[in-house]
């Protein structure tokens, strides 16, 4: 199956928002709100940051922030800080394979 | 405190078979399907399929990429999930999560394992 497509890097500045995409098609993204975000620390385990599109679970900095619109889901950091440099990856729910579907990844460097 | 420890990697010449263990504690194994994803080097994340609970018939989903050689299983008296990989290919390289869904067929997952690495190589 396709992964979702997300920018390959993303940077900003401490202080600063960004925003991450993750674009879809009417099968996964665009027709379903079960997108979720992952953040992962080089050498470390994934860690669940948002899901169901905003949803964030508990102990996760409201800082991180999730929407959709249309085939495009983001994931929104403010207040950029250095330990949010990691690899962010989006997933969704898909009606074409019993498996649910990953984005290739985004690098977000804090400069 | 939930915790899964995966363990079984390392070098594994091509074509021959290993098979990876996910140790789950701090809750009832026997009520969640499990999954199975691998990261190769400086790749993102593959979901290779999941187990649901025998509740809820205890079947297993594969992704195309390994159907056919992979076989996830589990042991709930022992909350350990199981990967049986066969026929290994160099491609196969890569560090291997399990991990807890918070919704599985919505691919949410809240707890995940620190991985264990499989090296492919003659």
């Known amino acids: 199956q396709s992964a979702l497509t997300q920018p390959a890097s993303v940077s900003g500045s401490p202080g600063q928002s960004i925003t991450i995409s993750c674009t879809g098609t009417?099968?996964?993204?665009?027709?379903?709100?079960?997108v979720s975000w992952y953040q992962q620390h080089p050498g470390k385990a994934p860690k669940l940051i948002i899901f169901d599109v905003s949803d964030r679970p508990s102990g996760v900095s409201n800082r991180f922030s999730g929407s959709k619109s249309g085939y495009t889901a983001s994931l929104t950091i403010s207040g950029l800080q250095a330990e949010d440099e990691a690899d962010y990856f989006c997933?969704?729910?898909?009606?074409?394979?019993?498996?649910?579907?990953f984005g290739g990844g985004t690098r977000l460097t804090v400069l | 405190e939930v915790q899964l420890v995966e363990s079984g990697g390392g070098l594994i010449q091509p074509g021959r078979s290993l098979r990876l263990s996910c140790t789950a504690s701090?809750?009832?194994?026997?009520?969640?399907?499990m999954s199975w994803f691998r990261q190769a080097p400086g790749k993102g994340l593959e979901w290779v399929g999941f187990i649901r609970s025998n509740i809820h018939g205890g079947t297993a989903e594969y992704a195309a990429s390994v159907k056919g050689r992979f076989t996830i299983s589990r042991d709930d008296s022992k909350s350990i999930a199981y990967v049986q990989m066969n026929s290994l290919k160099s491609e196969d390289t890569a560090v291997y999560f399990c991990?807890?869904?918070?919704?599985?067929?919505?691919?949410?997952?809240?707890?995940w394992g620190q991985g264990t690495l499989v090296t492919v190589s003659s």
């Open positions: 009417t099968s996964d993204v665009g027709g379903y709100d079960y």
């Open positions: 991990s807890r869904p918070l919704k599985l067929v919505q691919g949410v997952f809240d707890y």
């Open positions: 997933s969704s729910y898909t009606t074409t394979s019993n498996l649910a579907l």
């Open positions: 701090g809750f009832t194994f026997g009520d969640y399907g």
